[in-house]
């Protein structure tokens, strides 16, 4: 069964300083892996997807990496913005076509 | 337009109540999911269809049952739940199963009292 994991669980910055989230998952045999956001209460937002094929994804002040051999993806949000602040969400489409989803990174951006 | 819709936003029920969750999307996406979120927890897969055809069911206990009417359309009908059942519940679709971007409605909060 597919594992994922988001690292760290909470993370306070000032902003403008850039964000660095985590994440990794236990079975390399996926076809995708999907950056989500969500803020209190409400729906996920996909910000960013990467096909198992592709090393990173960009979108303006979002980049994703992915390293599909040792299980892990990162997620980088530059010059921070209180309007950043929510819940971050990795999740990766394994060959049963079942997206599994990590914890979640929890970020505030202090003004 | 890359919306799902999901309705209602709220949903308080009794235990003893029979009620239902709707979801469309107009994307021509042929792939639908349900997922169960509960609070500060990760969102759990519940059902796929897939081509309007129940592909996935994880486990779920009977008092769920979802239906597919059409492909823009998703329901999860609900009967005798569990106080514990109460959930954000979020509704996603893709073109496909597999390698798609799945795109999530805003959720129904339900409150079983």
């Known amino acids: 069964k597919q594992e994922v994991t988001q690292i760290p669980a909470a993370l306070s910055v000032p902003e403008g300083e850039n964000l660095v989230l985590n994440c990794s998952f236990t079975d390399s045999a996926i076809y995708n892996l999907q950056w989500f956001r969500q803020d209190p209460g409400k729906g996920l937002t996909s910000l960013l997807l990467?096909?198992?094929?592709?090393r990173e994804q960009t979108s303006g002040r979002l980049n994703a990496s992915l390293d599909k051999s040792s299980g892990r993806s990162t997620l980088y949000i530059a010059a921070s913005q209180p309007g950043d602040s929510a819940t971050y969400l990795c999740?990766?489409?394994?060959?049963?076509?079942?997206?599994?989803f990590g914890a979640g990174t929890t970020v505030t951006v202090r003004a | 337009d890359t919306e799902v819709t999901q309705t209602p936003k709220h949903l308080v029920m009794g235990m003893t109540n029979k009620k239902s969750l709707k979801c469309e999307q107009h994307?021509?996406?042929?792939?639908m999911y349900w997922y169960k979120q509960k609070a500060k927890k990760p969102p759990e897969l519940m059902f796929v269809y897939s081509y309007e055809k129940l592909s996935i069911n994880e486990s779920v206990p009977s008092r769920f049952s979802p239906e597919c009417p059409n492909s823009s359309l998703l329901n999860l009908h609900l009967h005798a739940l569990q106080p514990e059942d109460s959930a954000l519940y979020l509704c996603?679709?893709?073109?496909?199963?597999?390698?798609?971007?799945?795109?999530f409605g805003p959720g129904t909060r339900l409150t079983v009292t």
């Open positions: 996603a679709s893709s073109p496909g199963t597999g390698s798609y971007e799945q795109y």
């Open positions: 990467i096909q198992s094929s592709q």
């Open positions: 999740a990766v489409t394994s060959n049963d076509y079942k997206l599994s």
């Open positions: 994307m021509g996406h042929r792939a």
